[in-house]
């Protein structure tokens, strides 16, 4: 049951979906338009339509429903703004009917059994369907995914009940999608100490006072008495529910929702903003608009001009207006196919993806994210596409770029992965992923000057992940770089302090920079988290010999010895702070120790050998 154009399609359009059948999923004749002044000019492949306001639409490309071009207006495009019958969100002179009289993106899939036709369609479930169209004939198209990849199904509207967009419950979708990443622990304590906060914030908000009083009141409550804090670098997995509930401690993304989860049902005028790579909360009301700084705790902040002139720079469709519930789920489906492919699972990502896309496709991530998915599924072609949709929607998106850069590179197409990485870094100097991964490609190709140029530029800069900042600073550390790793590695245990390769990796950076009682702090605390870890054992013994605390430094030689017989760079310092005590054949046990395990050492090691004989035959 996956959808086609039918007989009765406007003249041009059967054929160049023909065209552009690349197995992407096909939609609904345009001639279904809902009554709107809809136009039509075909160009080669190509559709624009104007809605009822009179704005015309974004050029769609026929066989995929995606903007072929950016539209100055963020509006929707034919699949949503003529099936749908709706009017443009950014356009406040659209005369387009209420929510309540136009086909709504959400329903709920209610029956008994699948209908004829439908038995064995994998993924087609019960529940709340989001993104959903609706057709002339009567029909609602699902998006499900199977083990063939993602695909429409078509349902009878009997089956589906519609639900509003103010219907759409933000926190209860904000636990809902958490889960589908396996954020499902302490759910009730969340639950309760969620409903907690909500009772704090309606009994300030029963208090009589100005709006602007009220939400300072509420983000005192939250990041003061409640004591939320931000994560410094932004945490990836910090937007759960669960986890910001449970740790206290969340991204922007993670706050904002919070922030409006808790105000859910006593302030109904909140709303999530977003902005290149950032989110922030937004109350409006009688012509108030007041923009709230979660990372901030709170501030009411002038956000556009605060974020600087890359925001501006970047900003796409949908950045810097305010989100309804629907795409506010788009965007936690979004965050949830980041993360399941962080972990692996890419179908279920492009799932995630493809549903986000058909609530708001005038967003770019979904597609960058699905392009990702794509790509470690060994669909590079496919992962492309995605790529240009994203650049199609935002011209302007640094992520797409450096992302498709990253595709090349692993394909050696090395010269346009560059040319991708430059536009990248031309787009957003401060996206600092950008210069990792170019370091790491020309690494790679061996262009360690340039690869170590451009990991001097990418350490100023926060990378997307904690992982990813633990890896350039690996990278420094394995360039010499010792000192500029160190505030790298900071910036990971800031927001991971029980990262343990983290904090003996930042270890073996102090002792390489001079810093030893630094070092010895952050190396005891890897044995006390990880008591068998060989190299805390050996680094710390490093920097008391440097300390001249050389019976403690062999000490901890043998330690890790013991944990790890094979470890040739410990019996040779070892070996040297016994000679340096005077013990000499204790010395040359170590030593000619480290020479077998090692072959490479005895030059060295040998020379230190005949000076010591030579120092005892003087004797």
């Given at each position: 049951?996956i959808s ?24 609904p ?6 009554g709107?002044?809809?136009q039509?000019?075909?160009?080669g ?10 704005k ?26 003529g ?11 659209s ?20 209908g ?9 479930r019960?529940g ?10 009567g ?27 103010e ?17 499902s ?13 909500r ?49 206290r ?15 859910e ?22 012509g ?15 956000m ?14 949908s ?20 993360a ?5 699972e ?16 005038w ?18 072609a496919?992962?492309v ?55 790491r ?58 990262n ?7 270890g ?6 001079g ?14 988290d ?20 050389r ?50 050492l ?18």
């Amino acid at each position: 049951m996956i959808s086609t154009c039918d007989a009765g399609a406007p003249p041009g359009l059967v054929e160049a979906t023909a065209r552009n059948n690349q197995g992407i999923t096909r939609g609904p004749c345009p001639r279904q338009c809902g009554g709107l002044r809809a136009q039509r000019r075909i160009a080669g492949s190509r559709l624009a339509w104007r809605c009822g306001c009179g704005k015309r639409s974004p050029v769609v490309d026929a066989g995929t429903r995606r903007p072929t071009r950016a539209s100055a207006w963020g509006v929707l495009v034919c699949g949503l703004c003529g099936l749908l019958s709706i009017s443009h969100p950014a356009c406040p002179e659209s005369s387009g009917g209420s929510q309540a009289e136009r086909p709504p993106l959400v329903v709920v899939l209610e029956r008994s059994e699948l209908g004829a036709g439908h038995a064995g369609v994998e993924g087609l479930r019960d529940g709340r369907w989001y993104g959903v169209r609706r057709g002339a004939d009567g029909r609602a198209a699902l998006t499900c995914c199977s083990r063939n990849g993602v695909h429409e199904v078509w349902v009878p509207c009997a089956w589906v009940t519609p639900v509003l967009d103010e219907q759409v419950s933000i926190s209860r979708e904000w636990f809902r999608v958490s889960e589908l990443v396996g954020d499902s622990e302490d759910a009730t304590l969340s639950r309760s100490l969620l409903q907690d906060l909500r009772n704090e914030v309606r009994s300030v908000v029963n208090r009589p006072g100005e709006p602007q009083t009220q939400l300072a009141q509420i983000s005192h409550l939250l990041f003061v008495r409640r004591g939320f804090q931000h994560v410094p670098y932004g945490g990836a997995d910090y937007w759960r529910a669960q986890t910001v509930l449970a740790s206290r401690r969340g991204n922007c993304l993670g706050l904002s929702l919070l922030y409006i989860a808790v105000c859910e049902g006593v302030i109904n005028d909140l709303a999530l903003v977003l902005a290149p790579r950032h989110a922030f909360v937004r109350y409006r009301r009688a012509g108030d608009r007041i923009d709230l700084e979660t990372s901030q705790r709170g501030e009411s902040i002038d956000m556009p001009k605060a974020l600087g002139p890359h925001a501006q720079r970047c900003r796409g469709p949908s950045h810097f207006r305010a989100l309804s519930h629907p795409e506010v789920v788009a965007v936690l489906l979004t965050q949830a196919a980041e993360a399941l492919v962080r972990l692996g699972e890419y179908r279920r990502a492009c799932e995630l993806c493809a549903r986000a896309v058909e609530i708001m496709p005038w967003c770019e991530r979904p597609y960058t994210t699905w392009g990702n998915a794509l790509s470690n599924l060994g669909h590079g072609a496919a992962a492309v596409v995605k790529y240009r949709e994203a650049l199609t929607v935002n011209p302007s998106d640094p992520i797409a770029y450096c992302n498709w850069g990253v595709r090349l590179a692993d394909h050696d197409a090395h010269a346009e992965a560059i040319a991708k990485f430059r536009q990248a870094s031309r787009l957003d100097p401060s996206y600092g992923h950008t210069w990792f991964a170019w370091a790491r490609m020309l690494d790679d190709l061996g262009r360690k000057a340039e690869a170590a140029e451009k990991l001097l530029v990418a350490a100023r800069h926060r990378q997307q992940s904690a992982e990813a900042s633990c890896q350039l600073a690996t990278m420094l550390c394995r360039y010499g770089l010792w000192r500029k790793s160190i505030p790298v590695f900071s910036q990971v245990l800031a927001e991971e302090p029980g990262n343990v390769t983290a904090r003996m990796n930042r270890g073996a950076a102090l002792v390489e920079s001079g810093r030893f009682g630094a070092a010895c702090d952050d190396l005891r605390r890897v044995i006390q988290d990880s008591p068998k870890h060989a190299k805390a054992y050996y680094n710390w013994g490093l920097a008391l010999a440097h300390m001249r605390q050389r019976s403690a430094a062999c000490l901890k030689f043998q330690k890790a010895i013991s944990l790890q017989p094979h470890f040739p760079s410990a019996y040779r310092v070892w070996g040297t702070m016994l000679r340096l005590m005077g013990r000499r054949e204790e010395a040359a046990q170590k030593l000619r120790r480290a020479a077998r395990q090692d072959p490479s050492l005895l030059p060295a090691i040998r020379d230190e050998l005949r000076a010591m004989e030579d120092r005892s035959g003087d004797r």
